[in-house]
């Protein structure tokens, strides 16, 4: 069938309007924030962000009714199997994961937009890309897929360079743009080559036809699967797709910061699963070995980095965070090399690992947020007696740290680690393993020289008690929700494995 046989066949169905409530849900009241911007009072414009706030909240609880994640919508009359959307639980785990993010995220901007940020445009692109992430997860087509990505993308370049007249976030805006275009560009050929290839951009029809791809389209099949990667890849912030992670993080506003770190990370690994576990298992000795390769290069270049970072306090909180984050990204990208590797269902431990990190990852921000009010550079030193002035949330960064090192009490963390770990070796990949051991020692050095430091005596610190400034109150609830589930999850970290079991295979 041709692609515009398989678009028209598309279009004529009855739409599922609950399967796709949550990505919906986000654009409606994107689109409704930005015309009511229009009419807003200055003076009122916070209530802008508190709509937004609401409208986050009910696009995660629409997720609740599709909890049996048993529907699919835009599906070919002639195959009603071949959907473009599918709610599985794949689906919903991810989905929770965005649009939560999303939603702490809108929690952290709103003291923000209050003086620095422009109200109606930021609420409008952070609900725009939060809606693109969320259908992201749901596209089983690679145009839907491709589409997705750039709506979750393209308000981002928008977001990080929204502060007006900072000549750092207008530079940090233009090389995530850049870049972020130029990986787009190779995937779309990738894309083009796998349909011509395959002669059709639906995930499962892919699959079934690159197991029988003729000798003299081999060779193209190949460079197809490779190409497509790489744009999902430079999501994900892989090396040697990540030069343009410290930068972005550092010039943008601290709660697009946040947001990049999460919600991007998970839009990258996610395209990721979807194109190699459900349209590529045929070229698993393709796309294995990269992702394993991938896997190693980016937890070491990231942790490498982020101890140079750390040697010397007068390096930016946020740019040790941004190198953190790639380190993160690459035990992320662990499960889904094993998945070439192994018969059984190795990407819920991503799915786990991510979950995890994007709590604790979030809480680290608030808690930058936070100390960023009182100290604008933000720089590593500014954290030292952080517990003499604020013991609570030094007590809550300590433990967002110890999760992000895999150490006790940061039991989710460690549980988290161990999972990813045993599914290299589950795999055969003991040689993966083995780089990742040595990582998490290698970063055991700056998480734990960070929380060292917030303990510690102030350089100077006059005597009696010390001053402090009023916190804003959703910053606070951030740290406190962000710390309370942290807290739970060590509690019971078999909860995090059980839900995430997505059962892609």
């Not at 930021?122 to 992430?133: I, K, N, R, T």
């Not at 270049?301 to 750390?310: E, K, L, T, Y």
Request: proline share 5%; with cysteine; glycine share 8%.
């Amino acid at each position: 069938m041709t692609l515009a046989a398989e678009t028209a066949a598309n279009l004529v169905q009855t739409v599922d309007w609950l399967a796709i409530a949550p990505p919906t849900i986000a654009a409606v009241v994107a689109l409704l924030i930005l015309v009511a911007d229009l009419f807003v009072p200055e003076r009122n414009k916070a209530f802008l962000g508190y709509a937004a706030i609401a409208g986050l909240a009910a696009a995660v609880l629409s997720l609740a009714p599709l909890r049996k994640g048993d529907r699919s919508t835009f599906c070919l009359t002639t195959a009603p199997a071949d959907c473009s959307y599918t709610a599985d639980h794949f689906t919903l785990v991810i989905q929770l994961l965005v649009l939560g993010g999303a939603l702490l995220t809108a929690l952290l901007s709103v003291a923000d937009t209050k003086d620095k940020l422009p109200a109606g445009e930021y609420w409008f692109l952070l609900l725009s890309s939060a809606a693109g992430a969320a259908l992201l997860p749901a596209s089983r087509d690679l145009a839907t897929l491709v589409v997705a990505l750039e709506v979750a993308s393209l308000p981002a370049f928008a977001l990080v360079g929204l502060r007006r007249g900072d000549r750092m976030s207008s530079e940090s805006a233009l090389k995530f743009f850049l870049s972020s275009v130029t990986a787009t560009a190779v995937m779309l050929l990738g894309v083009s080559f796998v349909y011509a290839t395959t002669g059709s951009l639906h995930l499962t029809r892919i699959a079934a036809r690159m197991d029988d791809v003729p000798g003299q389209l081999e060779t193209l099949a190949q460079a197809g699967v490779a190409l497509t990667l790489v744009g999902f890849a430079f999501k994900t912030a892989a090396v040697p797709f990540h030069f343009w992670v410290p930068d972005t993080y550092v010039g943008a506003p601290l709660p697009v910061a946040a947001y990049l770190s999460v919600v991007g990370k998970a839009v990258g690994f996610t395209g990721l699963i979807l194109v190699t576990v459900i349209a590529f298992p045929a070229y698993a000795d393709v796309w294995g070995p990269a992702m394993a390769v991938l896997a190693a290069l980016t937890m070491t270049a990231g942790n490498v980095a982020a101890v140079r970072q750390s040697a010397t306090r007068a390096f930016s909180a946020v740019r040790l965070l941004a190198w953190s984050s790639v380190g993160q990204a690459g035990y992320i990208l662990v499960p889904i090399a094993a998945a070439a590797y192994s018969s059984d269902d190795q990407i819920g431990s991503t799915v786990a690992y991510a979950l995890m990190y994007a709590v604790v990852n979030l809480g680290a921000f608030a808690v930058v947020a936070l100390v960023a009010r009182t100290k604008p550079l933000n720089r590593i030193a500014d954290y030292r007696g952080l517990y003499s002035t604020r013991p609570v949330t030094a007590l809550a960064m300590g433990f967002f740290l110890l999760c992000l090192a895999g150490l006790p009490p940061g039991i989710i963390g460690l549980f988290a680690k161990v999972t990813v770990f045993s599914s290299a070796v589950d795999a055969g990949l003991g040689w993966l393993a083995v780089v990742m051991g040595v990582n998490v020692v290698i970063a055991l050095y700056y998480y734990l020289q960070w929380t060292a430091l917030l303990f510690r005596a102030p350089e100077g610190a006059p005597e009696g008690v010390p001053s402090r400034h009023r916190a804003p109150a959703l910053v606070t609830a951030t740290i406190a929700v962000t710390a309370v589930v942290g807290v739970l999850l060590s509690g019971y970290p078999q909860l995090v494995l059980r839900f995430a079991a997505v059962g892609l295979f």
